[in-house]
């Protein structure tokens, strides 16, 4: 992806090169089942979800919390951050919880951060759940999905799975994708490839373990595509890990290597994505059917004018992440768009705009699925950033997000001042008497009542378990929805109707079940010739 004023710069870019901007926005080994080996009970803290209502407007205020730098490593850290989002009647914050295969806490399927800034034997996560739950805000855990490692930092920590699943790992053991000329880093990133069945399985059970050990209001997919350094609307360079290539022949009965702009194999790889999405958003819910599931978007370029359009917008073409898919078939709570764009650009204002409308007509059309405008206000000064709010009020959205916490605005982004002297400022902007948010708003976790799916796994005699197309059937034998099984042979659904349903694989049937609310009705496996 090239770099401003082409597109937006992504949330990551103060990480290495700051304060020059990046053009990418980002482990592991199988584990067991989720609870094998962590802590057996969640660890349970006042939730917002259960403060009193009357607290003004509903209205999602988010903040991105990153591990890059200061924020959330130390218990003075935490105590500032919490006391900064409730001056600013923040309500959420997105905090980053999982950075590369690593966890900033004690109890989770990847291994606990080697950060030398945490102190030993602390838990980010858990500190953070309690502070921040006691002043009402909710907290989602944000895991960059698939990110493995960064060549820039200190080595990973044991049990890391880049040491079993890295660059030096053959065959079904290496996970990382690679690109159509042989790269295998993304910059300085080393990718997980989401074709591979067992990376897959690894990814959906960081974001469960999360689930399983803390009260977190939300989880939230972040880089759940494939990595940049493509051209500029495509096609996707990336998804050639061998592993995963093995499998798209298998599935598709083709030979030989595809091009990256074959349009078979790049709707295959965007079901790949697809795939995790939705089989990790199954998993938390039939562990939490409260947890809200929500993604941090890709919206690079112009907006599309209508759903047709956006097959030809840049996050589907240029790296594979066919968000309007997980909105549609209701994957996510939240669609939480990195709408990226400087408001004193006329091109990036209107890009802006753009974006806001498309969501605010999935709103319309999908109202299950929030949708908020994630904005840059690293990139803008302080009253662009004031004007995107209202801009995405006037859209009708479910709210505003804002990146980030740690690089408050475009001046601390740059350099030429520090979040110390900038955040007081935006505090009084957005809070202070005439300030959006000048009045509390509410925010609640999902409601379970509206939780209504299920899940199953087909087993195989010959051929593969991924690419199975998948239909869900009415009482008539009318089809509802239709999916594909992943590399492991899953698939899911996640909102069904009351009634009497069937799923139908390649002729094969289950008996006639009905869903229940409130869960995630799994399914016997489906055994195929």
């Not at 205020?61 to 989002?85: S, Y």
């Not at 990146?403 to 009084?428: C, F, H, M």
Request: charged share 20%.
């Amino acid at each position: 992806m090239t770099a401003f004023p082409t597109t937006q710069a992504l949330k990551f870019a103060p990480l290495l090169l700051a304060p020059l901007l990046l053009t990418a926005c980002g482990g592991g080994r199988p584990q067991a089942a989720p609870d094998s080996g962590l802590t057996p009970q969640r660890i349970q803290t006042p939730g917002p979800h259960g403060a009193p209502r009357g607290l003004g407007q509903r209205e999602l205020r988010g903040l991105w919390v990153d591990a890059f730098g200061p924020g959330l490593k130390t218990p003075a850290e935490i105590d500032r951050l919490v006391a900064d989002a409730r001056a600013m009647n923040v309500n959420v914050l997105f905090a980053q919880v999982g950075r590369r295969g690593d966890c900033y806490c004690n109890h989770a399927a990847m291994p606990r951060t080697n950060d030398p800034a945490v102190p030993a034997g602390f838990d980010p996560l858990a500190d953070l759940l309690t502070k921040a739950h006691a002043q009402g805000i909710q907290v989602h855990a944000w895991i960059i999905t698939t990110a493995l490692w960064n060549s820039a930092v200190v080595a990973p920590p044991p049990g890391h799975a880049f040491h079993a699943h890295g660059p030096a790992a053959t065959g079904r053991d290496n996970w990382l994708t690679y690109k159509a000329d042989g790269a295998v880093r993304a910059g300085a990133d080393w990718v997980m490839d989401p074709g591979h069945p067992d990376a897959a399985e690894y990814i959906k059970n960081m974001y469960v373990s999360v689930v399983q050990n803390y009260d977190v209001d939300g989880v939230q997919f972040d880089r759940v595509r494939y990595p940049d350094f493509n051209p500029v609307g495509g096609p996707v360079q990336w998804g050639y890990n061998s592993t995963a290539l093995e499998r798209y022949r298998a599935e598709t009965g083709t030979a030989g290597t595809p091009a990256p702009a074959d349009p078979q194999w790049s709707a295959w790889r965007r079901q790949q994505v697809t795939n995790l999405v939705r089989e990790t958003a199954l998993a938390v819910k039939a562990v939490r059917p409260d947890v809200s599931v929500n993604a941090a978007t890709i919206t690079y370029g112009a907006g599309p004018a209508d759903e047709a359009a956006f097959q030809t917008s840049r996050p589907y073409a240029e790296v594979g992440q066919d968000w309007l898919t997980w909105v549609r078939e209701g994957y996510l709570d939240l669609n939480v768009m990195m709408n990226y764009k400087r408001d004193f650009v006329p091109d990036q204002a209107l890009w802006f705009d753009q974006w806001n409308a498309f969501a605010a007509s999935l709103l319309q059309r999908y109202p299950d699925v929030g949708q908020v405008s994630g904005a840059a206000i690293y990139l803008n000064d302080q009253a662009s950033t004031v004007n995107q709010i209202q801009k995405t009020r006037a859209a009708g959205l479910s709210g505003w997000a804002g990146y980030s916490y740690r690089t408050t605005d475009k001046d601390v982004n740059a350099g030429t001042r520090t979040k110390e002297q900038v955040l007081p400022e935006l505090i009084a902007r957005l809070s202070g008497e005439g300030g959006p948010f000048e009045r509390p708003a509410r925010w609640e976790r999902p409601n379970p009542a509206h939780l209504r799916a299920v899940s199953g796994q087909v087993t195989v005699l010959s051929g593969p378990l991924g690419g199975r197309t998948v239909r869900l059937l009415d009482h008539r034998g009318e089809e509802l929805a239709r999916t594909e099984t992943d590399g492991n042979g899953r698939y899911g659904f996640l909102r069904v109707p009351n009634g009497q349903l069937r799923v139908e694989v390649g002729g094969v049937s289950t008996d006639r079940f009905a869903a229940p609310p409130r869960r995630v009705t799994a399914l016997p496996p489906l055994a195929l010739p």
